[in-house]
């Protein structure tokens, strides 16, 4: 993946995921190096808000809607309390007016678990909420790992489905 070509292979995206999974070491391990000094009431309140904001609303959405249609809104919640930014700021404004605690390990803790073991991260507006391959990426897997296996460059020649619809 490149500031060019946006995506992962099945190779880099486990490597991203083990990246993230390091991290989510050093918080785990924190968390227990200090368990007796967490407030275990903060550390779940924390824990629970990315996805009772950000998660559950478009899940709903998703599982009542007929077609799949989630609102923007739902991607754009979802994108924001899974932010590292969004965690960043929450656990700084939280350390200014609160006070700095262990409980806020429960942020990265629960952000390093969704990324390195779900494999989940931001989400476009143009996927379904709810991960499900989609044709065209398949396709395009599909015609990477071909070229690949060949020997060709990792630029794919498009597709005839990719030329026709420039055409149209």
């Not at 967490?38 to 309140?45: E, K």
């Not at 996927?127 to 071909?146: D, G, I, L, M």
Request: one cysteine or more; glycine letters at 6%; charged letters at 20%.
């Amino acid at each position: 993946m490149d500031a060019k070509n946006r995506f992962e292979t099945k190779t880099t995206f486990a490597l991203t995921r083990l990246e993230w999974l390091g991290f989510l070491t050093v918080s785990v391990v924190l968390a227990f190096q200090h368990l007796a000094e967490i407030r275990w009431a903060v550390f779940v309140l924390l824990f629970a808000v990315i996805d009772v904001v950000g998660y559950l609303p478009g899940a709903i959405a998703f599982r009542r809607s007929p077609d799949g249609h989630v609102p923007r809104a739902c991607y754009v919640a979802y994108n924001t309390m899974h932010s590292l930014v969004t965690a960043g700021v929450l656990a700084g404004a939280w350390a200014l007016f609160v006070r700095p605690e262990w409980a806020l390990l429960a942020l990265p803790i629960h952000l390093m678990g969704d990324r390195a073991l779900f494999g989940n991260s931001l989400k476009p507006f143009g996927v379904a909420f709810e991960p499900e391959t989609t044709p065209e990426f398949r396709r395009f897997e599909q015609r990477y790992q071909s070229a690949a296996d060949s020997g060709e460059s990792a630029a794919v020649r498009p597709s005839v489905e990719d030329v026709d619809a420039v055409r149209t």
